[in-house]
């Protein structure tokens, strides 16, 4: 282990220590990440269709496209975005003036194709870049961030500064070593790291239980670590004719099988118990600092 992961585990240990006990009265603004170990599994769909969910429960939710080279969630609601995050850092522009409405009122921020520079700043854009994202402290229930696939070092601290992942992936032997590949990387670095599993495109429900729970004994098994296996989605054609019809699967067909996995897997998430958090947004824009160091 290297002293920089050792310093970076004390760190963000002690920070978690330091929460205490959850209540919704003192929670604030938990971060989600949403990732997975190989492209192409369904995270955007997944992303933008759970964020719509939490949003038909009663949740303020904001939307972050934040995939490197493949930030695509405006494509998927049919709309063309006028600002980006790298707006915001280059104009100086405020959080306020990128957030964009999607369906239903979704707002969400677009990552822009210029995406990479933000992990290149210097610091005074890098502090500009943070302190717009504090604003959103408390002004959101939950913010998702639509990350890259993979194992690149740029997203691991959006993983790793969140309050939990949610692992996209397939019931595919090569999409579910990736998985576990990106665990076992992000599990060296934050012991604690909380996992929910998402398996999408199952043919049914016991697929996709066997693959989540699969998942779940290897991290228990060889990494001592516990994750949670949140639910699965149907493999459903009405997917990619929601995603033709430039609209989130979830309202175009809300009677489909995926639409009804989605909304399973929203519900078990609000019923899920949640680790203690008090540090909402400026949590994440803390471990954020120093991740970036
Ligand atoms: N549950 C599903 N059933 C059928 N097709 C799906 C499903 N989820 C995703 N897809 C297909 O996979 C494609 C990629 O999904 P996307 O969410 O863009 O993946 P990622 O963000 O991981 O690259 C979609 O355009 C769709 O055609
Ligand atoms: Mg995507």
Redesign the pocket.
């Known amino acids: 282990m290297s002293d920089q992961a050792q310093r970076l585990r004390e760190k963000l240990s002690v920070r978690s220590a330091a929460s205490s006990s959850y209540s919704s009265k003192t929670a604030k603004t938990r971060v989600i990440a949403v990732t ?1 170990g ?11 269709n759970f964020a719509l969910c939490l949003q038909q429960k009663g949740q303020k939710v904001v939307l972050f496209d934040m ?1 490197v080279g ?1 930030a ?1 969630i405006d494509v ?1 609601m049919g709309i063309s975005t006028r600002r980006n995050i790298v707006d915001l850092i280059d104009k100086r522009l405020s959080i306020w003036d990128i957030i964009e409405r999607g369906p239903n009122d979704l707002e969400f921020v677009a990552g822009g194709s210029g995406l990479s520079q933000i992990f290149e700043l210097d610091e005074i854009k890098l502090h500009y870049f943070f302190e717009q994202l504090t604003h959103l402290h408390g002004y959101a229930d939950t913010i998702i961030l ?1 990350t890259s ?1 993979g194992m690149s070092k740029d997203t691991l601290r959006f993983l790793l500064a969140a309050d939990e992942v949610i692992l ?1 992936t ?1 019931p595919e032997p090569t999409a579910i070593t990736d998985a576990y590949a990106l665990v076992k990387m992000a599990h060296s670095q934050k012991y604690d790291i909380r996992f929910n599993i998402v398996v ?3 043919v049914g429900g016991k697929e996709g239980k066997v693959t989540g729970e699969k998942l779940v004994l290897v991290a228990r098994e060889f990494l001592n670590l516990e994750m949670n296996m949140l639910g699965f ?8 004719k929601a ?1 033709k019809k430039q609209q989130p ?1 979830c309202l175009a067909y809300p009677r489909s099988k ?1 639409a009804n ?1 989605i909304r399973n897997l929203t519900e078990a998430y609000l019923t899920g118990g949640k680790e203690a958090n008090t540090e909402g947004m400026k949590g994440f824009i803390s471990r954020l600092r120093v991740l970036w160091k």
Not at 41 to 48: A, I, M, P, T
């Open positions: 997975s190989k492209g192409g599994v369904g995270k955007s769909n997944v992303s933008l995939d493949f695509n998927l639509d696939a996209v397939t999408n495109r199952a989605i149907y493999d459903d054609v009405h997917v990619s995603v699967f995926a996995c």
